[in-house]
Structures are given as C-alpha cells and as structure tokens.
Nanobody, 115 residues
Framework: QVQLVESGGGLVQAGGSLRLSCAASGSIFSAYPMGWYRQAPGKQRELVAHITSGGSTNYADSVKGRFTISRDNANKMLYLQMNSLTSEDTGVYYC?????????WGQGTQVTVSS
C-alpha cells in the first residue's frame, strides 16, 4: 500500500520561501512520475509542478522561475522549493504519485502567504 505524507507547509510572508517535502512508502518510488498540486479556497485542484521518473520537469506558468521540484529516489522523497511566494500561492499542497493502475495522493499541507 502506497502512502504519501507531505510536510513543510506553514505561514510565510509574501516574498518568502518554503520547502515542501513528500515522503513515500510502500512502492517502487523511482519508477513513477510525481507531482505537486495545490487547491486554493473555492478553486479546483491544479497542477503546480511535475517530475518524471527520469527527472524531467515541467511547471505551471504561474510558478515558473520561482518553484523547483526535485526528487530523491534513494530516500523516496519528493520536494518543492518555493521562492518569492505571493498570496496567490496560498492553498493546500498535495503530492501525487501516478502508478500504473492508479494514482495516489497525500493528505496535503497548508501553505498560507500573508501579504
């Protein structure tokens, strides 16, 4: 059974930085693409950043140049470095693993950016 646990969220002032982590267990982590998604109040969940098993990345236009997704396959960890945060980045951030038969989600971590 795959489990994903996010951490690292919190309250930060606009212009600040946070680093989110996602710890995975119970799966061959390195084989699957991973992503960070976020959901702001009253809005749909949206893709923030994606990384393939080979390390190729892509980002939502709104975070390009500010966020960096990375993975540590040996330790089954996914990261999201977030810089130059704005109030528009506020939301619950989720990590997602896209396995062969289904996708797995973490429980989410709250990020609040105060202006």
């Amino acid at each position: 059974q795959v489990q994903l646990v996010e951490s690292g969220g919190g309250l930060v002032q606009a212009g600040g930085s946070l680093r989110l982590s996602c710890a995975a267990s119970g799966s061959i982590f390195s084989a699957y693409p991973m992503g960070w998604y976020r959901q702001a109040p009253g809005k749909q969940r949206e893709l923030v950043a994606h990384i393939t098993s080979g390390g190729s990345t892509n980002y939502a236009d709104s975070v390009k140049g500010r966020f960096t997704i990375s993975r540590d396959n040996a330790n089954k960890m996914l990261y999201l470095q977030m810089n130059s945060l704005t109030s528009e980045d506020t939301g619950v951030y989720y990590c997602k693993m896209t396995a062969v038969l289904r996708a797995y989600w973490g429980q989410g971590t709250q990020v609040t950016v105060s202006s």
